[in-house]
């Protein structure tokens, strides 16, 4: 996360209709169509858990990625995959950039599940890539 200019406490900024669309331009007709349905403009909640997510992303595959907040049970964590059918729009506006211990909670949670694979099949997978330099016990 180096270099990045939006502290965790910082207010998200939503984009605006306008500013979606100009992004839209070019993009191709599954994004498009997709963006529509389920704008970067607000919140969406889920069903199933308290948490405000905002989309972070979409895929030509019509699914798209919802980043987690500080209220969620995964905050720091963007997830892919989601579908449009999986997430309520909210619109109160209140997603909260995780804060920087979240997001140290997160990694290290995230780490300590995904190392647990012998292999994850990921060739660029950087927590396997670095299990090979880093030893985790040898800190006491
Ligand atoms: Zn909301
Ligand atoms: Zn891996």
């Not at 599954?30 to 992303?57: F, Q």
Request: with cysteine; charged share 25%.
């Amino acid at each position: 996360m180096s270099g990045t200019k939006v502290t965790p406490d910082d207010a998200y900024e939503y984009p605006t209709a306008d500013e979606l669309e100009a992004w839209l331009v070019g993009k191709p007709a599954v994004v498009i169509e997709l963006a529509r349905r389920v704008p970067t403009t607000t919140c969406y909640r889920m069903r199933g858990n308290e948490g405000h997510y905002v989309v972070a992303s979409y895929a030509e595959n019509g699914t798209f990625t919802l980043a987690h907040g500080r209220d969620s049970y995964l905050p720091g964590v963007g997830v892919f995959g989601i579908t449009p059918d999986e997430v309520i729009p909210c619109g109160c506006g209140r997603w909260q950039w995780p804060t920087a211990e979240q997001r140290r909670a997160t990694d290290a949670r995230i780490e300590r599940q995904h190392a647990r694979l012998v292999a994850c099949g990921d060739p660029k997978c950087e927590i396997h890539a670095r299990r090979g330099r880093r030893r985790p016990r040898g800190k006491a």
